[in-house]
T-cell receptor
């Protein structure tokens, strides 16, 4: 059973466009993380959000944790080719391992 | 600072052969994990460990074994390789706070092909 569903699954856009990736669940998480994975590499942690309603910004990336701590979004402003990769959300439920989302593959063309 | 080191980076196995995927971390993390990632897919947890001498199954443990004799090392063993085990394998480690505020550090992966 996949507890974290991401949408869209694939996204192909031109440089300079804005985009939003969603991570949804019916379960409550104590915290949620976003990772980016580039081809041939392991995922790299971008951010952790822990409070319902929390918004964090990382340059052109904005992350939001839903008020009920069941969902999250990642918004990229003015996407660049360097943003290309697989984006994974991951939730913690006070156990000893994360639950990873289904992933969103982003391709940004120059 | 090496982080999480996985070896080998690539390997081709014949059906029925065995091998061990090595994973070592130098961050003194208690928690370590093995994932597999099939083409275009997300991560599936194979096994994990919360400390030396303690291991537990993830969602896809069949065909694999692990051991954790030290904090630093967490090898993954494939005993009888099958084509279904063709995948990219990632090892990760974490400090895992009470609120899970600490993210995973991943290795760069081992690409395994079983023919």
């Amino acid at each position: 059973t996949q507890l974290l569903e991401q949408s869209p699954q694939f996204l192909s856009i031109q440089e300079g466009e804005n985009l939003t990736v969603y991570c949804n669940s019916s379960s409550v998480f104590s915290s949620l993380q976003w990772y980016r994975q580039e081809p041939g590499e392991g995922p790299v942690l971008l951010v952790t959000v822990v409070t319902g309603g929390e918004v964090k910004k990382l340059k052109r990336l904005t992350f939001q944790f839903g008020d009920a701590r069941k969902d999250s979004s990642l918004h990229i402003t003015a996407a660049q080719p360097g943003d290309t990769g697989l984006y994974l959300c991951a939730g913690a439920k006070n156990t000893d391992k994360l639950i990873f989302g289904t992933g969103t593959r982003l391709q940004v063309f120059p | 600072n090496a982080g999480v080191t996985q070896t080998p980076k690539f390997r081709i196995l014949k059906i029925g052969q065995s091998m061990t995927l090595q994973c070592a971390q130098d961050m003194n993390h208690n928690y370590m994990y093995w994932y597999r990632q099939d083409p275009g897919m997300g991560l599936k947890l194979i096994y994990y460990s919360v400390g030396a001498g303690i291991t537990d199954k993830g969602e896809v443990p069949n065909g694999y074994n692990v051991s954790r004799s030290t904090t630093e090392d967490f090898p993954l063993r494939l005993e009888l390789a099958a084509p279904s085990q063709t995948s990219v394998y990632f090892c990760a480690s974490s400090t895992w706070g009470n609120r899970a505020d600490y993210g995973y550090t991943f290795g760069s992966g081992t690409r395994l092909t079983v023919v």
